[in-house]
Nanobody
Framework: QVQLVESGGGSVEAGGSLRLACVASGHGYGSSCMAWFRQAPGKEREGVATIDSSGTTRYADSVKGRFTISQDNTKNTLYLQMNSLKPEDTAMYYC????????????????????WGQGTQVTVSS
């Protein structure tokens, strides 16, 4: 069973930065695709960024130029560097993993991912 544990969330003022981390562990781990999603109160969970085993990255339009996804395979850790944060970035952020690579459309679909973390809260004040 694969476990994903997120950390790094917190409260910051608009314009600030945070770096989220997601550590993967467990039997059978070997994901080809990892992603960050977020869910704000009263809204649906949405894709933020994804990275595959070749290093290809994709971003939601709302975070392009501000967020950077990366991974350290030696530590089985996924990162999300978030800069120039805005109040609308406030949400619970989730790490997701799957064995299969995604395309431009499928990476945004929740049911494409087999494993999810419990989430870490990010709050951005104006």
């Amino acid at each position: 069973q694969v476990q994903l544990v997120e950390s790094g969330g917190g409260s910051v003022e608009a314009g600030g930065s945070l770096r989220l981390a997601c550590v993967a562990s467990g039997h059978g781990y070997g994901s080809s695709c990892m992603a960050w999603f977020r869910q704000a109160p009263g809204k649906e969970r949405e894709g933020v960024a994804t990275i595959d085993s070749s290093g290809t990255t994709r971003y939601a339009d709302s975070v392009k130029g501000r967020f950077t996804i990366s991974q350290d395979n030696t530590k089985n850790t996924l990162y999300l560097q978030m800069n120039s944060l805005k109040p609308e970035d406030t949400a619970m952020y989730y790490c997701a993993a799957d064995y299969f690579e995604k395309d431009d459309g499928s990476w945004l679909q929740l049911d494409e991912y087999n494993h999810w973390g419990q989430g870490t809260q990010v709050t951005v004040s104006s």
